[in-house]
Nanobody, 117 residues
């Protein structure tokens, strides 16, 4: 059974930084792409950033402030969030398409990020 486990959320002041991490475990042959989504209260879940073998993509609202990267440890990835704004407050979910015994998309459990003074 494949699982995604996130960590790193919390409370931060506007202008501050947070780093989120996601680790995938289970029977995994490959992961592509890896991504981060977020869902703010009363809003739909939206793509924040994604990284594949050939490209990296960001939502316009986070370009220049957030960076998605693969970890040195296998099957891990990160979201570095700088210059955080109150509108970045949301539950952040990691997501990936994983080839294991089957090929499907998986979601993490979500981690809360609150940007407030």
């Amino acid at each position: 059974q494949v699982q995604l486990v996130e960590s790193g959320g919390g409370l931060v002041r506007p202008g501050g930084s947070l780093s989120l991490s996601c680790a995938a475990s289970g029977i995994i042959f490959s992961i592509n792409p890896m991504a981060w989504y977020r869902q703010a209260p009363g809003k739909e879940r939206e793509l924040v950033a994604a990284i594949s073998a050939s490209s990296t993509d960001y939502a316009d609202s986070v370009k220049g402030r957030f960076t998605i990267s693969r970890g040195n440890a296998k099957n891990t990835w990160f979201l570095q969030m700088n210059s955080l704004k109150p509108e970045d407050t949301a539950v952040y979910y990691c997501n990936a398409v994983i080839r294991g015994l089957s090929v499907r998309a998986y979601w993490g459990q979500g981690t809360h990020v609150t940007v407030s003074s």
